[in-house]
């Protein structure tokens, strides 16, 4: 009789399955393991993704000295390409364009992956978005895009979404980061220079010189969101995962505009220019 009434028991205790505690309690569980475990998973991703901006950089690097090799120590127009249009607009606007404008295909092997960012969720290598560029005129003036002009929003390493924070970005503004010409501390080549700065340095800034030099080439800031960093290729050919906050100084960008900044500690900026670096 006692094996029997063992029998049902085990019987009943299977019928029964867990009880609604019980899986609270499991649930619970996973949770808190998840919320342990999610964060350190998301750590070693972006890691990941910056190392592949990383290596990208070096292939870039390597790119841009075959590209200067072949032009007499001189720097392509973008890193990547313009689209056709903006080759037209600036061309019109009296804007020198060099042949070709940028490393890819001739010096990037063919391989337009190494422009992208893996925390770029654009894929699609014909969509633009419209900027204000810098050139030189045939006679090496420098001058502004009177206008807007197309760059393909896929290409990272050109242009990147807006610095808002140390660690947030405004992906619906999107400005260069890499110019042959850049003047980045002012919105016109006409303004003053800012207070401390001298015109001289001034009109080197962030600009890409022919051969060896100070400065850095470019930045992508998909990694500000987060993770408040932005990674540079400067152009002695190393790079940095710098703070959003040191790099950009404080606040940050505040314009669309052709690099135009305001309330930016210049000393603060300046620290990875070639005036400073």
Same mark, same amino acid.
């Given at each position: 009789m006692?094996?029997?009434?063992?029998?049902?028991r085990?019987?009943n205790?299977?019928?029964r399955?867990?009880?609604?505690?019980?899986l609270?309690?499991v649930?619970?569980?996973?949770a808190?393991?998840?919320?342990?475990?999610y964060?350190v998973f998301a750590?070693a991703?972006e890691?990941?993704r910056q190392?592949?901006?990383?290596s990208s950089y070096s292939?870039?690097?390597?790119?841009?000295g075959?590209y200067e090799?072949?032009h007499g120590?001189q720097?392509p127009?973008v890193?990547?390409?313009?689209p056709?249009?903006t080759?037209?607009a600036l061309q019109?606007?009296?804007?020198?364009?060099?042949?070709?404008?940028?490393l890819y295909?001739?010096?990037?092997?063919?391989?337009?992956s190494i422009?992208?960012?893996p925390?770029?969720k654009?894929? %699609?290598? #014909?969509a633009?978005?419209?900027v204000?560029?810098?050139?030189?005129t045939a006679d /090496?003036?420098l001058?502004?895009s009177? $206008?807007k002009?197309?760059?393909?929003?896929f290409?990272?390493?050109?242009?990147?979404?807006?610095?808002t924070?140390?660690k947030?970005?405004?992906?619906?503004?999107?400005?260069?980061?890499y110019q042959?010409?850049?003047?980045?501390?002012k919105?016109?080549?006409a303004?003053p220079a800012?207070a401390g700065?001298?015109?001289?340095a001034?009109l080197q800034?962030?600009?890409?010189p022919?051969?060896t030099?100070?400065?850095?080439v470019?930045?992508t800031?998909?990694?500000v969101?987060g993770?408040s960093k932005?990674?540079?290729?400067?152009?002695?050919g190393?790079?940095?995962?710098? %703070?959003a #906050?040191q790099?950009?100084?404080?606040?940050a960008?505040?314009?669309?505009?052709? /690099?135009?900044?305001?309330?930016?500690? $210049?000393?603060?900026?300046?620290?990875?220019?070639?005036n400073?670096y």
């Open positions: 006692s094996n029997n009434l063992m029998s049902n085990n019987e205790a299977a019928e399955g867990f009880s609604l505690i019980e609270l309690v649930i619970a569980v996973i808190i393991l998840a919320a342990i475990i964060p750590s991703r890691k990941g190392a592949t901006v990383i292939r870039v690097y390597a790119a841009l075959r090799l072949d120590n720097a127009d890193l990547y390409d313009y056709p249009s080759v037209t019109a606007a009296n804007i020198k364009v060099s042949t070709p404008p940028g295909p001739a010096y990037s092997e063919h391989d337009a422009f992208q960012d925390n770029n654009v894929s %699609d290598k #014909t633009t978005t419209q204000f560029v810098n050139g030189l /090496g003036t001058i502004k009177p $206008a002009v197309d760059m393909y929003t290409d990272a390493l050109d242009v990147s979404p807006m610095v924070g140390d947030s970005i405004d992906d619906t503004r999107m400005v260069p980061r042959k010409a850049w003047t980045s501390l919105a016109d080549p303004d800012p700065v001298t015109e001289a001034y800034q962030m600009a890409i022919g051969g030099g100070n400065g850095y470019t930045c800031t998909y990694h969101q993770y932005v990674l540079v290729l400067f152009r002695s190393t790079t940095k995962t710098v %703070d #906050t790099f950009f100084g404080a606040p960008e505040t314009s669309d505009d052709i /690099g135009a900044i305001t309330g930016v500690s $210049a000393a603060t900026f300046w620290k990875y220019t070639p400073g």
